[in-house]
């Protein structure tokens, strides 16, 4: 069945960057529009971006401009987001999505502590 | 950017009870809004998408309905399993934004 696997927790040091991997089964990578979606503690769903697997066109939430990066691999069905200058604020579990009607497909979450 | 309004951000409810979450668009969004429930320290699960269609494996408890700027989640029969979060998303433009939540308690 479809399912997406995220890469384990990450601690690093403010004004560094962090990379969180996705990896997607079960179903054909190439057909779903993929988002990251992150959460602050005890706060809401705040969404980041969006890649087409299929040519690799990018949409990033305007706050995150400069900062944020979507990239996909076709060959290993991945989906990769990277994150520069980090901040405290940016301290939150990060989600991958897949969009099928809404988002049907969720990883488990990926924790980036800064 | 498309705004979504959820109320109220909290309820307190009993099992058996009924429950109406709402959530109004800055502007009408054609049906194309989904829900979704989030228990404490999981991922969100898609409950409703185009605004009335039960996602696959949803209970039928939970009912969608609304058009253009407005929209309600209806959860008929709320059972011990229901008591968390619930978000509602719009997809028909970019950025996919989201309600703030509305949290449904024990009362």
């Known amino acids: 069945q479809a399912q997406l696997v995220q890469s384990g927790a990450e601690v690093k040091k403010p004004g560094a960057s962090v990379r969180v991997s996705c990896k997607a089964s079960?179903?054909?990578?190439?057909?779903?529009?993929m988002h990251w979606v992150r959460q602050a503690p005890g706060q809401g769903l705040e969404w980041l971006g969006r890649i087409n697997p299929n040519g690799g066109t990018t949409r990033y939430a305007e706050k995150m401009q400069g900062r944020f990066t979507m990239a996909w691999d076709t060959s290993t069905t991945t989906v990769d987001m990277e994150l520069t200058s980090l901040t405290s604020e940016d301290t939150a579990v990060y989600y991958c999505a897949r969009e099928g009607s809404g988002f049907d497909r969720w990883g488990q979450g990926t924790r980036v502590t800064v | 950017d498309i705004q979504m309004t959820q109320s109220p951000s909290s309820l307190s409810a009993s099992v058996g009870d009924r429950v109406t979450i709402t959530c109004r668009a800055s502007?009408?969004?054609?049906?194309?809004l989904a829900w979704y429930q989030q228990r404490p320290g999981k991922a969100p699960e898609l409950l409703i998408y185009?605004?009335?269609r039960l996602e696959s494996g949803v209970p039928s408890r939970f009912s969608g309905s609304g058009s253009g700027a407005d929209y309600t989640l209806t959860i008929s029969s709320l059972q011990p399993e229901d008591f968390a979060t619930y978000y509602c998303?719009?997809?028909?433009?970019?950025?996919?934004?989201f309600g703030q939540g509305t949290k449904v308690e024990v009362k």
């Open positions: 998303q719009q997809h028909y433009g970019l950025p996919r934004t």
């Open positions: 185009a605004a009335s």
């Open positions: 079960g179903f054909t990578f190439s057909g779903y529009y």
């Open positions: 502007q009408g969004i054609g049906y194309s």
